[in-house]
């Protein structure tokens, strides 16, 4: 089992930047990617950045060049630097672990808000 707590997230003025971050614990060991999913009110999940644990990283085309993501293997978190925030960012966060097995595992998510 993996548990992931989030932290970040809250009321942010377009134009600018939040940090999220994540922590993962229990069978570490077994984790292959994690990343960040969004969902806004009225909308589907969707995949917003993942990074594996060797480090390869993949966006959504809607954040590509103002998200980045980056993971430190030894801390066992992965964190999302978000820059020029748009009110269409708003939505909660949800931080995602997928294991060797194929399993995949959820934070309770956290609210971010861009509006002025």
């Known amino acids: 089992q993996v548990q992931l707590v989030e932290s970040g997230g809250g009321l942010v003025q377009p134009g600018g930047s939040l940090s999220l971050s994540c922590a993962a614990s229990?069978?570490?060991?077994?984790?292959?990617?994690m990343g960040w999913y969004r969902q806004a009110p009225g909308k589907q999940r969707e995949l917003v950045a993942t990074?594996?644990?060797?480090?390869?990283?993949n966006y959504a085309d809607s954040v590509k060049g103002r998200f980045s993501i980056s993971r430190d293997n030894a801390k066992n978190t992965v964190d999302l630097q978000m820059n020029s925030l748009k009110p269409e960012d708003t939505a909660v966060y949800y931080c995602?672990?997928?294991?060797?097995?194929?399993?995949?595992?959820w934070g309770k998510g956290t609210l971010v808000t861009v509006s002025s």
């Open positions: 995602y672990a997928e294991s060797v097995y194929g399993v995949a595992y």
């Open positions: 229990g069978s570490i060991f077994s984790i292959y990617a």
């Open positions: 990074v594996t644990s060797g480090g390869s990283t």
